[in-house]
């Protein structure tokens, strides 16, 4: 197998594994006490791990790192909610609260071009005016506009960007500094979702050469999971104490307090733990710190000099093939992720979902396609106009998800050989010339989008499997690289051997067959 999923998540890594399993485990109890051996030693590694991060991201003092839900999707909430910018909605649906605020003392927030959607549906079911600022000549935000945005908006009592360091679809990169700065001279908040940059190195709140004054971050929000080492972590917020603010925790709870009686409480003075009600994700934390400290030791530098290798081999070997579309300007800074559209017959497409499995199917190939939870993003880089988005928004809903658009995304990893990243490359190319040889192979689902072989079983290990003493014990093979030219001739000699299908396209639906842009011989539904 080749993972080359690593944007949406990392992998696990046996040596962290091993020592949460050898030393952390026997170990564990909960927090908020440090009486007992146990609490103190795990307490003490979980407050460890808290350092490690915000070390690693260039904090200070004045850093707050709060483990806070699922990736940077719960980090942003956090602070949406420490920041007292949500109502909720069924008291907004009730009494419509947040119409109250006069629109001259409503909030603003600039969201850029290229936003997951973890960093653009929050906001807009915010109380805030959402102002979403264009690309620029370098694909990233255009300063201009945001600066005229910010002068337009300047009598707003709270002024807030938020946006990607890096595009999770393309891997475009924001100058995070050089908009930090233009920011604070609006006194205006600077805020990062570094979900898709931060596994590649490079995040800085407080910049110590910057080339221009005022570029710390105010806040940024990480996804651990996408680290090497990382599933199964917590999401982090790391902000500045000076944002911590709120009277009342934005989750009241254990943990949160110093004093409790029958009529009143205090909330404790440490914003942190007043910011992580409950019991936490104890081993989570401490595995977020692992995955962040043996990035450190690997070297940020190393990990961008080490992808941007690979990057350039793909980019200039992609670019020359007539079936590909790169998405994205190549000539941008961006990390090592690219996101390409594989054409088919005249002015039709592969699937992204066909392709993707056919990489799973012949080559091993771990990648993924769809939207990448980018959907505006996606509308600009799919030339998909207002009308058409419509029609496409109205199949979708009566139940056809598989006219969605989208495309195949990959990630060249530092942890990568020369070998496997030579072999992704061809891989891409040969499916890019043979694949709609294999369609007839397939059927698809209009409704999810899926793509399954006639001769899949279906077959899954499942959890009860670990309580049936009959389940069958399947170890995990690993294969070297050795393999690799072995399992490209198999492909080759099956692309070779293929029945090409009738090419009578397949019917679904009116709607869906008139917006379909892929191509769909009608076996396919069969």
Same mark, same amino acid.
């Given at each position: 197998?080749?993972?080359?999923?690593?944007?949406?998540?990392?992998?696990?890594?046996?040596?962290?594994?091993?020592?949460?399993?050898?030393?952390?485990?026997?170990?564990?109890?909960?927090?908020?006490?440090?009486?007992?051996?146990?609490?103190?030693?795990?307490?003490?590694?979980?407050?460890?791990?808290?350092? $490690?991060?915000?070390?690693?991201?260039?904090?200070?003092?004045?850093?707050? !790192?709060i483990f806070t839900g699922s990736g940077s999707t719960g980090a942003i909430a956090k602070l949406i909610d420490i920041l007292g910018l949500r109502v909720p909605a069924v008291l907004q649906d009730r009494y419509r609260l947040a119409d109250a605020i006069p629109a001259h003392e409503r909030?603003?927030?600039?969201?850029?071009?290229?936003?997951?959607?973890?960093?653009e549906l929050p906001w807009r079911e915010s109380v805030c005016d959402v102002v979403t600022i264009p690309e620029g000549a370098d694909g990233g935000v255009s300063r201009p506009a945001l600066r005229e945005a910010l002068i337009r908006y300047a009598r707003r009592p709270l002024k807030i960007g938020s946006f990607s360091a890096a595009s999770n679809v393309t891997g475009i990169?924001?100058?995070?500094?050089?908009?930090?700065?233009?920011?604070?001279?609006?006194?205006?908040?600077?805020?990062?979702?570094?979900a898709a940059a931060a596994p590649h190195g490079g995040v800085t709140m407080n910049p110590v050469a910057a080339a221009e004054p005022h570029s710390h971050k105010d806040a940024v929000f990480l996804s651990p999971?996408?680290? !090497?080492?990382?599933?199964?972590?917590p999401g982090v917020l790391a902000v500045r104490r000076d944002l911590l603010r709120n009277r009342v925790p934005s989750t009241p709870?254990?943990?949160?307090?110093?004093?409790?009686?029958?009529?009143?409480?205090?909330?404790?003075?440490?914003?942190?733990?007043?910011?992580?009600?409950?019991?936490?994700?104890? !081993?989570?934390?401490?595995r977020a710190g692992l995955a962040f400290g043996l990035q450190q030791a690997v070297g940020a530098r190393t990990v961008h000099e080490r992808e941007q290798s690979f990057l350039r081999r793909a980019?200039?070997?992609?670019?020359?093939?007539?079936?590909?579309?790169?998405?994205?300007? $190549?000539?941008?800074?961006?990390?090592?992720?690219?996101?390409?559209v594989f054409r088919?017959?005249?002015?039709?497409?592969?699937?992204?979902?066909?392709?993707?499995?056919?990489?799973?199917?012949?080559?091993?190939?771990?990648?993924?396609?769809?939207?990448?939870?980018?959907?505006?993003?996606?509308?600009?880089?799919?030339?998909?106009?207002?009308?058409?988005?419509?029609?496409?928004?109205?199949?979708?809903?009566?139940?056809r998800a598989g006219i969605r658009p989208g495309w195949v995304r990959l990630s060249l990893h530092y942890t990568m050989s020369d070998e496997v990243v030579d072999y992704l490359v061809e891989a891409v190319h040969r499916v890019a010339a043979d694949g709609w040889k294999l369609l007839g192979d397939y059927r698809f689902d209009p409704a999810s989008g899926a793509w399954r072989h006639r001769r899949e079983t279906g077959l899954r290990t499942t959890l009860a499997d670990l309580w049936d003493p009959a389940a069958p014990r399947l170890p995990a093979a690993e294969a070297g690289v050795d393999v690799l030219p072995r399992q490209l001739a198999e492909a080759a000699r099956i692309f070779a051997a293929a029945k090409v299908a009738d090419p009578e396209p397949g019917r679904v639906a009116d709607g869906f067959d008139e917006l379909r842009w892929f191509d769909l011989p009608a076996g396919c539904l069969r």
């Open positions: 197998m080749v993972y080359a999923d690593y944007t949406a998540s990392g992998r696990a890594v046996g040596f962290i594994e091993d020592f949460i399993r050898e030393r952390v485990l026997p170990w564990y109890a909960n927090t908020h006490n440090d009486s007992s051996a146990t609490a103190a030693r795990i307490t003490g590694w979980r407050e460890e791990a808290r350092r $490690t991060i915000r070390d690693a991201i260039g904090g200070d003092e004045d850093t707050v !790192v909030p603003v927030v600039f969201l850029g071009p290229f936003e997951h959607h973890s960093n990169r924001a100058d995070t500094d050089a908009i930090s700065a233009l920011l604070h001279r609006h006194d205006a908040l600077a805020l990062w979702d570094c999971h996408k680290f !090497v080492g990382g599933p199964g972590t709870g254990g943990g949160t307090v110093t004093y409790v009686s029958s009529a009143v409480h205090h909330y404790l003075p440490d914003a942190a733990h007043r910011e992580e009600g409950g019991t936490p994700a104890i !081993v989570e934390s401490i980019l200039a070997s992609w670019s020359t093939d007539p079936n590909l579309e790169i998405l994205g300007d $190549t000539g941008a800074d961006r990390l090592a992720i690219v996101s390409l088919g017959s005249g002015e039709r497409q592969l699937h992204h979902n066909y392709v993707v499995k056919l990489l799973n199917d012949l080559y091993g190939i771990q990648a993924r396609g769809g939207c990448s939870c980018a959907g505006p993003y996606g509308h600009r880089l799919l030339h998909i106009d207002e009308t058409r988005s419509r029609l496409l928004q109205r199949e979708i809903l009566t139940g």
